[in-house]
């Protein structure tokens, strides 16, 4: 079961209201917008396990994870904001669903069953351009046996 609750899903994790905190990122060593730009200033343990696994990768990390132990980086975009230097001009997605639901598996058997999990609200739907409705669907089919936190800032 998801629970929507109003605040910043960082704070959460920092201040014990959660265990974990999840979010979506590129594969770019990128953490330079949105919640992960907070992460990275706020959570600098998290950006650092982002690029060891970044720096270790022999071939691509979409679908994958990296982890500092608390805040769980899922790489379910290749490249970062709404349109890349590969891509056109015209808006383009840059989520991967069957990546984030490789991530997610992943991230659903490294976290304790029982758990609970801090996402941000529309969480690879804000600027990787996926659809909110079908990552909150994803949650809650892999994380059923997790509590999910969706948080919505104020």
Known sequence: MINFKLGNAVS??????VEYL???CNCRNNFGSGIAKEIME????????DTVHYRRATSSI???????????NLYGQDYFGRKSSIMNDN???QLSYVALVEAMLEASRYVPKGSTIAVPYLMGSDRAGGKWEIVLTLLEEIFIDHKVIVYKLQ
């Open 91 to 93: 808006f383009s997605r």
């Open 62 to 72: 979409l679908g994958s994870v990296s982890t500092d132990g608390s805040v769980l």
């Open 12 to 17: 959460a994790l920092l201040e014990g209201e």
């Open 42 to 49: 706020r959570i600098p343990s998290a950006y650092e396990a």
């Open 22 to 24: 999840m979010h979506c």
